[in-house]
């Protein structure tokens, strides 16, 4: 990502849609992104310049949820 989201900031966001993780990702042409684990709807939200932007007006679909990070 290009700005680091501070570690307790990480920790309780979660998908508005569906209250599932978020973990760490990345979009099609590179961009930082933040992807839902939920398996029945997985969603990718925008992170803008640092912030992710958690409006279900700017997700994209996920072909498969992304997996909870190792330890979860």
């Given at each position: 990502m290009?700005?680091?989201?501070?570690?307790?900031?990480?920790?309780?966001?979660?998908?508005?849609?569906?209250?599932a993780e978020l973990v760490d990702g990345v979009g099609p042409t590179g961009e930082p992104e933040l992807h839902s684990t939920d398996p029945q709807r997985p969603l990718a939200y925008p992170v803008r310049e640092g912030i992710?932007?958690?409006l279900e007006s700017d997700a994209r679909r996920l072909a498969a949820p992304a997996a909870p990070p190792a330890g979860a």
């Open positions: 290009t700005a680091e989201i501070d570690p307790w900031v990480r920790a309780i966001l979660r998908c508005p849609a569906t209250g992710p932007v958690l």
